[in-house]
């Protein structure tokens, strides 16, 4: 089986690039905003957008990604449909605040028995949780947590 790199996920409006480097994540950005405004006519929002750091130097300064003329911030995490990407040394999510799966759970607790609840659970829930985390090389607390 042979591995190709994944360098972008794309849900609906929603885009995360992935790069090996800040010189390549930019190449691509400039990419897309010259595809997105010609073919498209589309427009990047610079304010909603945010760089995650991965690998060994995740901690570093380094030069910032910019986005039509506005250099976009570093975070040590942001949220991709209801997941948080995180910095770190090896790719890493953060599913500790499923906010929407928690709200869901009170609002139907006591009104169903353990059996219908669990039903719903894995029905609904849990393919929210691991929306394209079978493309990801997680780690065991990954799939522990969930």
Same mark, same amino acid.
């Given at each position: 089986?042979?591995? @190709?790199? !994944?360098?972008?996920?794309?849900?609906?409006?929603? *885009?995360?690039? $992935?790069? =090996?480097?800040?010189?390549?994540?930019?190449?691509? $950005?400039? !990419?897309?905003?010259?595809?997105?405004?010609?073919?498209?006519? $589309?427009?990047?929002? =610079? !304010?909603?957008?945010?760089?995650?750091?991965?690998?060994? @130097?995740?901690?570093?300064?380094?030069?910032?990604?910019?986005?039509? +003329?506005? /250099?976009?911030?570093?975070?040590?995490?942001?949220?991709?449909?209801?997941?948080? *990407?995180?910095?770190?040394?090896?790719?890493? $999510?953060?599913?500790?605040?499923? @906010?929407?799966?928690?709200?869901? *759970?009170?609002?139907?607790? +006591?009104?169903? /028995?353990?059996?219908?609840?669990?039903?719903?659970?894995?029905?609904?829930?849990?393919?929210? *949780?691991?929306? +394209?985390?079978?493309?990801?090389?997680?780690? @065991?607390?990954?799939?522990?947590?969930?």
């Amino acid at each position: 089986m042979h591995w @190709r790199p !994944i360098s972008r996920v794309c849900h609906a409006d929603d *885009l995360v690039l $992935m790069s =090996a480097s800040l010189t390549v994540l930019q190449k691509m $950005m400039d !990419i897309c905003v010259l595809e997105a405004t010609e073919e498209l006519d $589309m427009t990047f929002n =610079a !304010i909603k957008s945010s760089v995650v750091r991965v690998g060994k @130097r995740h901690k570093s300064d380094c030069k910032p990604v910019n986005v039509c +003329g506005v /250099d976009v911030p570093y975070q040590l995490s942001t949220r991709y449909l209801g997941v948080y *990407l995180c910095a770190a040394k090896q790719f890493k $999510m953060n599913v500790s605040q499923p @906010r929407a799966v928690n709200l869901l *759970l009170s609002r139907i607790k +006591g009104k169903f /028995d353990d059996i219908v609840l669990l039903h719903l659970t894995k029905t609904f829930c849990l393919p929210l *949780l691991l929306y +394209g985390s079978e493309c990801l090389d997680c780690s @065991r607390n990954y799939d522990d947590i969930v």
